[in-house]
RNA sequence: UGGGGGAUCGUCUAACGGUAGGACCGCGGACUCUGACUCCGCUAGUCUAGGUUCGAAUCCUAGUCCCCCAGCCA
């Protein structure tokens, strides 16, 4: 007897449940859906539920869909589902033909409404929002009953015709079902499911005048496109009952099936839309696409790579227990993409005049620098040099403490591609700041390294004078002071004042010709990206580590 | 005092009755024309108390703590 080979673990509970409804035959392919409300821009979180849904189509051979859960008019934009599918597309999925709305369902799903009615599972309720929400009980006692519960189904029909017909005024009336008012799962309390809304669609425009909520679209909108696996995250756990209710009590085609996960939660992060939606509109940030932003857009224009996204989510896992991943791990991702992929230039974020002494007045030479050491192919560049350069400031203390091997007075450090050169004074303006440096530079050290060979203990990045370009370059702190913004209450005060710092940096004349969205590495400080505002902008994706700066 | 979930190194996550492993962070060291990268090493965990078993993170019992639910939002 051959024993079925044993599954290699996979790793995550999701992908088990794939293999193993693929292996009992359940399914012949997963058909998955990432369905967005088009009611803001994607952010990370929203990267995890894109991951795994078109992740499993991907990985077991299925599909997933594109679906637009655009069941509330008075919040969705045609903008948001014009970035939404940009971003999907930008992290590197594709949905083939599989794009499709909630709306497109809206007949079928009125039909399957009067259907209900019909069968005596639905009525016309005419109480007030408030007086509902009264009569739903608490999570400790049940609900009374409303007096419209027992209404004739031709009554019922006939005011849901004329809900439709835009007969009604908003909030007078709504759709329910007739479940259990005394349940424990307040979502079986006769849930809403329809309600009045005299509001423009930006797919179906004035056609409507109800609109049908969530859980009266979501399954059924799933089983409509044969959506074999519903990947939703926690929340709507309590939806699941009723979820299946509806799918027991309509004529569907299909049989979906949810199954919930944690939804991904990052330290010093909000991935809240309703606060992004504020950051935004109160100005705290400069849009959806601002660098500091947790937004599919900020993080492409703080020039993020997709695949470093798609690892991180990889890396983070899936479980269903609450989790706060480190944005340590985050970072660690991007620099981990942008060390193989980055060319290499130089530039000086806050420069230090130095004039070496002994290099001829009006004379500059062209020096070869490697592009990327990580990768041979990416080739090498010349980057000019002269008598008068820029270094960075922190890399010249006046009275370095011990493990300071940087410039100092009588130091002798190495140019990155050029000379060693040394320090030889310090000018100081009469406030007694350093403002300039006088050095020497050893003309036997060209390429930077020396014949006798002598050794020295710093490399350091510069900029000549004479060529470097001027630049605005954004750098980016954490948007928010504490590790878990909000958890006091309002994450607008966990705010950080000094998330945006904005230099001018000298940077070597080959940087003027960046590509806008092209992330390149400034040696010795960090990743950054040029913008596509006008002039030579860039913006600093992540700094590198830097085990100096730790040990201070 | 209702219903539904969850608890494994500091963090995230594996292990499906049989050596608690990986990643990030941190700390050492090697290397280095980036104090980067890379490489090597170290630190550190099964919520608690019982029970079943040759053997328990895993099964049972009882607790504890955390999260979600009372929109005509999704």
């Not at 007897?1 to 790793?11: C, D, L, N, W, Y």
């Not at 499709?100 to 016309?124: M, Q, R, V």
């Not at 408030?130 to 031709?154: D, K, M, Y």
Request: net charge neutral; charged share 25%; hydrophobic share 35%.
């Amino acid at each position: 007897m051959s024993e079925p080979a044993v599954p290699a673990p996979t790793g995550n509970f999701l992908w088990t449940l794939i293999q193993d409804d693929l292996a009992s035959g359940k399914h012949k392919s997963p058909v998955t859906r990432f369905p967005p409300e088009p009611n803001g821009y994607l952010h990370i979180g929203h990267a995890k539920a894109i991951c795994i849904n078109f992740g499993i189509a991907e990985e077991f051979g299925g599909r997933c869909h594109l679906r637009f859960d655009d069941t509330n008019p008075v919040k969705e934009e045609q903008e948001f589902i014009d970035s939404i599918q940009n971003d999907v597309r930008w992290l590197g999925f594709d949905w083939g033909q599989h794009l499709y709305y909630a709306s497109d369902y809206f007949e079928t799903l009125y039909t399957w409404a009067e259907h209900l009615i019909k069968n005596g599972h639905a009525y016309i309720d005419d109480q007030t929002a408030e007086q509902i929400s009264a009569n739903r009980g608490t999570l400790t006692s049940p609900g009374t009953p409303s007096p419209f519960r027992e209404r004739s189904v031709e009554e019922n029909l006939d005011l849901f015709r004329r809900m439709r017909a835009g007969e009604f005024p908003n909030g007078t009336r709504v759709l329910r079902a007739k479940i259990d008012m005394a349940s424990g799962n307040i979502n079986l309390r006769d849930p809403v499911l329809y309600r009045i809304l005299h509001a423009h669609h930006p797919r179906t425009g004035d056609k409507w005048f109800i609109y049908p909520n969530y859980d009266f679209a979501h399954g059924q909108s799933d089983a409509l496109e044969h959506v074999t696996h519903s990947l939703c995250s926690l929340e709507f756990e309590d939806h699941k009952p009723l979820y299946n209710w509806f799918l027991d009590k309509l004529p569907v085609p299909a049989r979906p099936e949810q199954t919930e996960f944690a939804r991904l939660n990052i330290t010093y992060t909000i991935l809240s839309k309703r606060h992004l939606t504020q950051f935004v509109r109160d100005k705290h940030v400069r849009g959806w696409d601002d660098p500091r932003m947790p937004t599919l857009a900020g993080l492409r224009r703080r020039g993020v790579p997709p695949a470093a996204v798609r690892d991180f989510i990889k890396r983070a896992g899936i479980a269903r227990a609450n989790s706060v991943v480190d944005i340590a791990m985050f970072d660690a991702c991007v620099r981990e993409y942008l060390n193989k992929a980055a060319s290499r230039y130089l530039g000086v974020l806050r420069p230090l005049k130095v004039v070496i002494e002994n290099y001829p007045e009006g004379q500059s030479e062209e020096l070869e620098a490697v592009n990327n050491p990580e990768d041979p192919s990416a080739g090498s560049r010349k980057v000019p040099f002269g008598r008068e350069l820029y270094i960075e400031q922190d890399d010249f203390m006046e009275n370095p403490p011990k493990k300071f091997f940087r410039l100092s007075p009588g130091m002798e450090v190495r140019l990155r591609y050029a000379y060693f050169i040394t320090c030889r004074e310090a000018v100081k303006d009469a406030a007694g700041n350093v403002i300039e440096l006088r050095c020497t530079y050893d003309p036997a050290t060209k390429g930077g390294n020396a014949p006798d060979g002598r050794k020295v203990k710093a490399t350091m990045h510069w900029v000549s004078a004479a060529h470097a370009v001027k630049a605005e370059v954004r750098l980016y702190n954490p948007l928010f002071m504490r590790p878990d913004p909000g958890a006091d209450g309002d994450p607008v005060k966990d705010l950080n004042p000094n998330s945006l710092e904005i230099i001018e940096a000298r940077l070597e004349p080959a940087l003027a010709n960046a590509k806008v969205g092209e992330t390149v590495q400034f040696e010795r400080l960090g990743y950054f990206c040029r913008d596509a505002d006008t002039g030579l902008v860039f913006n600093r994706t992540v700094g590198l580590k830097d085990a100096y700066a730790k040990a201070q």
